[in-house]
């Protein structure tokens, strides 16, 4: 297990961030993601406090353009040079038509997740399975692949379960899951099999009951381009015992406004018109997330949990 350079852990957490240029200049067909600018120089301004970062897919958004990639490893070359930078796969790094993934889309432009696999040498147990976990601190980390089948008879599947199962909570008292799709989403996204409701459902049907029966403390996701946080939840109804959701997937690309007219029940906080980034910072008892405003580097929403 990693020990923490200091008395609590403190981990920057984002997703969907992509880069940008100064100059404005526009080398892909995705364009940029120019709001990644004030997150990266948000993450260097609490880099000497900092352990670790977590980015939850959405990665460079080369979709094909290995210039792209160099791009954004230029922009975070102070991070990921310092401190471990881990990730987690999205769609625009694996998803493409008959490669044996959960969509048929084509949101990677054909990179199928090989330079992703190639520039992020994760501990991963074999090649296109990019699910893991690990111990940093007091917490042990687990993340998934949602562009890859989840259902029970599925080798991801059968790893989540195993793995959750073996971690020893008195050694990492906290317990954190991550995906890029959210298993929770405020959302009118429901035409598609990929759009954020049906994917969320199937999360819901296949994982939750995992995530309830080995206890997860918080859940993290990306994808739809906005922040928010539930209360702990299980099958969509708040409770003492559930998991608490946070989406983090305001990092830089464009923000996503097609949110429900009416929140859902187990929604605690909203916020779909600024992008930032996540802190969260831990000892063996108490837990704080908290969400930070690119714009005015200060804190809009706060989570503590304590054991």
Request: hydrophobic letters at 35%; aromatic letters at 12%; one cysteine or more.
């Amino acid at each position: 297990m990693c020990v923490c350079v200091h008395l609590s852990c403190l981990f920057l957490v984002l997703a969907d961030m992509g880069s940008g240029q100064v100059d404005d200049s526009v080398q892909s067909t995705d364009g940029q993601q120019q709001p990644s600018l004030n997150t990266t120089r948000l993450l260097d301004k609490y880099l000497p406090e900092t352990d670790l970062v977590l980015h939850i897919g959405d990665i460079s958004y080369a979709n094909g353009y290995s210039s792209v990639w160099e791009e954004f490893f230029d922009q975070v070359q102070s991070v990921a040079s310092s401190v471990p930078y881990m990730v987690c796969i999205g769609n625009h790094e694996r998803d493409y038509p008959n490669t044996n993934g959960l969509f048929n889309v084509t949101d990677s432009a054909g990179e199928c997740g090989v330079p992703y696999e190639n520039r992020f040498a994760m501990p991963t147990p074999a090649p296109d399975q990019p699910w893991y976990g690990f111990d940093y601190g007091s917490a042990h980390f687990v993340l998934m692949s949602t562009e890859h089948f989840f259902d029970p008879t599925s080798p991801q599947y059968q790893f989540l379960d195993a793995h959750l199962k073996s971690v020893d909570r008195s050694r990492t008292p906290w317990l954190i899951f991550a995906g890029h799709r959210p298993m929770y989403v405020d959302s009118t996204g429901d035409k598609h099999s990929d759009s954020q409701q049906p994917v969320a459902k199937l999360l819901r049907t296949y994982l939750e009951p995992l995530l309830h029966e080995y206890k997860v403390d918080l859940a993290l996701w990306g994808h739809h381009h906005l922040y928010h946080r539930s209360c702990p939840v299980y099958q969509e109804v708040c409770l003492d015992q559930g998991t608490v959701h946070v989406l983090v997937a305001m990092g830089g690309h464009d923000l996503s406004d097609n949110v429900e007219s009416s929140n859902p029940a187990w929604l605690e906080y909203l916020d779909y018109k600024h992008w930032g980034m996540t802190r969260l910072t831990m000892n063996s008892t108490t837990l704080l997330f908290e969400y930070i405003h690119n714009d005015d580097g200060m804190v809009h929403d706060k989570l503590v949990l304590t054991k």
